[in-house]
């Protein structure tokens, strides 16, 4: 069973399943914060422009993104190069941009700032079968319907296309593998 996000495509073509018509690799890099004292910052999706969101875990830890701020690679290719890691200095003004951008959406944030403990950025490749930029409403991005299981014998190549779509999968291939 292949459901990666980073190199499903390469392992597929090795038993002969072709990638999807268009496909797009991104790496993006979010900020993963924690704080002194307890903050009330909200679970916030923003879908409006730019993708952006909040989440706060417990008061302390939240997890905050801000495309295409955070993105670093987008690629077309079956095996793409990752981008060279960031030096202190870019991941500071990575960190800054993605805190001040959000604030001056979600302006209640910037109380975050005063009680930054520690923030890091962290992240990796984000598969989709679809391309172009998130903030345009033609991009295909949008279409998350073309995912799913490609079966070839006991061999099954998975896209969830959102991790939320992993647990119904599964028990659709459970159910392949011991039907009933």
């Known amino acids: 069973m292949n459901a990666l996000w980073e190199g499903r495509l390469a392992i597929d073509q090795t038993l002969g ?3 999807p018509s268009e496909w797009s690799h991104r790496y993006r890099l979010s900020l993963f914060a924690r704080t002194r004292s307890e903050v009330d910052a909200l679970n916030v999706v923003i879908g409006v422009g730019p993708y952006g969101d909040i989440k706060n875990y417990n008061r302390h830890d939240l997890y905050l993104s801000r495309y295409p701020t955070g993105l670093l ?8 190069t990752a981008p060279a890691a960031l030096a202190e200095p870019e ?3 990575l960190i800054d941009r993605i805190l001040s951008q959000l604030t001056a959406i979600i302006p209640s944030i910037q109380n975050l700032w005063a009680h930054l403990e520690e923030a890091r950025l962290d992240g990796g490749w984000v ?3 679809g391309t172009g ?3 345009q409403r033609t991009s295909t991005l949008h279409r998350r319907d073309q995912i799913g299981i490609n079966r070839q014998g006991g061999y099954f190549s998975v896209d969830t296309g959102k991790y939320s779509m992993a647990p119904w999968l599964a028990l659709q291939i459970t159910d392949m593998i011991l039907p009933g």
């Not at 690679?73 to 793409?80: D, F, R, T, Y």
């Open 73 to 80: 690679v987008e690629s077309n290719e079956i095996l793409p």
């Open 127 to 129: 598969f989709a079968a």
């Open 91 to 93: 991941k500071r003004i």
């Open 133 to 135: 930029p998130l903030d």
């Open 17 to 19: 399943i072709s990638p």
